[in-house]
């Protein structure tokens, strides 16, 4: 089981990604890989072989890594193997990055979307920023929590 963690930018959803990567590859020896989606070459994530693979910053649906994350999940479905983790800051639900990551072809956005819901489980994060808090008064967003 993998997770399509989503919310604004700086609440920790790289965190839980990676900590929960790490805790199940520690139970079974497994490989992790890690993109950074801005800065990692395009085809590196479709070709990992890697059972646990974390795809971080995927915000853009309409580029080549929402390409690539598609063929990602038919490949590990087909194979009956591996967990993603993906974090983004796209603010729509996971189907509607799919139908626009397959550029509105609805039937492989259908089995697409079929795919996912089964490999992966949606976590939408919320709470202040911490990279975006006052640098006057860091702790000021947080009194309120």
Known sequence: MGLWSSGPAGVGKSHIAIGLAKAIALKSYDKIDYFNVPTT??????????????????NQPYALAGKEFTELVTRMHNQGTGRIFVTTNYSERLGKFILSATTGNEPEAARTIDRTQNALRELVVTGSSYR??????????????
Do not use: H
């Open 41 to 58: 070459r395009m085809g590196s994530i479709t070709s990992s072989t890697a059972e646990n693979i974390i795809i971080d910053d995927l």
């Open 132 to 145: 975006q808090m006052s640098p006057l008064n860091p702790w000021a967003d947080f009194n309120d929590q």
